[in-house]
């Protein structure tokens, strides 16, 4: 075989295998980081012709609150987006394929809306979908953070402590600034593969009293509650 042409092969072979691990031992970024919950392949791949049904669960009043002051980010930007009242709606989505009900898939999805105007109208700002297997572990995650709140940091340098969740486009938890503790919650629109490791303060975000993640929990609760309702019918 010609020395050129070993050449150009191990080029080849090098490049279709330097994308399988990093240096430290750890899996490629992917080329594509959104990716669809299990009930959008489903709909899209699975459903057809579908049928998609919308269930109103519960809603969350979101009060008009001062944003934490994180360390090094502007007090300006952290307020721009937080301190409209609004609230948070919880929905059931379900989808089958028409005259197949046995066939069907559920989503929780979450809609952040704010006010706006003199009349209170609600304007959405964004709405994020948890796939029907992580609703549970989402309200016992919630109900943790409710039972134990955030304790105050042994070490005065700890300048932020966030307790999240996050999966697929939906993200809740609590979060300590100095020394004031907030609820919030946060839909993604694109991304995914980043959401859960964004700080808090660099994604749009709705922030509540830290013992309304009570209310947070109860209401993923009752959106369990409904999916297993609707699958004993």
């Not at 070993?6 to 080029?11: I, R, T």
Request: glycine residues 8%.
């Amino acid at each position: 075989m010609q020395p050129r042409l070993l050449v150009v092969l191990f080029a080849l072979f090098v490049c279709a295998h330097g994308a399988t691990a990093r240096a430290d031992g750890g899996p490629p970024p992917t080329a594509q980081s959104d990716a669809l919950t299990h009930y959008e392949y489903f709909v899209l791949g699975g459903c057809a012709p579908c049928v998609r049904e919308i269930y109103l669960v519960a809603t969350v009043p979101i009060p008009s609150i001062q944003a934490p002051l994180f360390p090094g980010v502007a007090r300006a930007s952290a307020v721009a987006q937080t301190t409209r009242p609004g609230e948070a709606r919880f929905e059931v989505l379900r989808a089958y394929p028409e005259g197949v009900e046995g066939r069907q898939r559920f989503a929780m999805r979450l809609v952040l809306s704010v006010t706006a105007g003199g009349e209170g109208m609600l304007y959405p700002i964004g709405a994020g979908l948890l796939d029907e297997e992580e609703v549970p572990v989402l309200a016992a995650a919630l109900a943790r953070m409710a039972r134990s709140p955030a304790p105050a940091p042994a070490d005065a340098s700890m300048q932020v402590m966030d307790r999240e969740f996050h999966a697929d486009s939906v993200r809740m938890g609590t979060v300590r600034a100095g020394k004031d503790s907030f609820a919030y919650v946060q839909v993604a629109q694109v991304d995914l593969g980043r959401f859960g490791i964004k700080q808090v303060w660099e994604l749009p975000t709705m922030y509540l009293p830290a013992g309304d993640v009570a209310m947070l929990e109860h209401a993923v609760t009752q959106v369990n509650a409904k999916i297993r309702a609707i699958r004993g019918r």
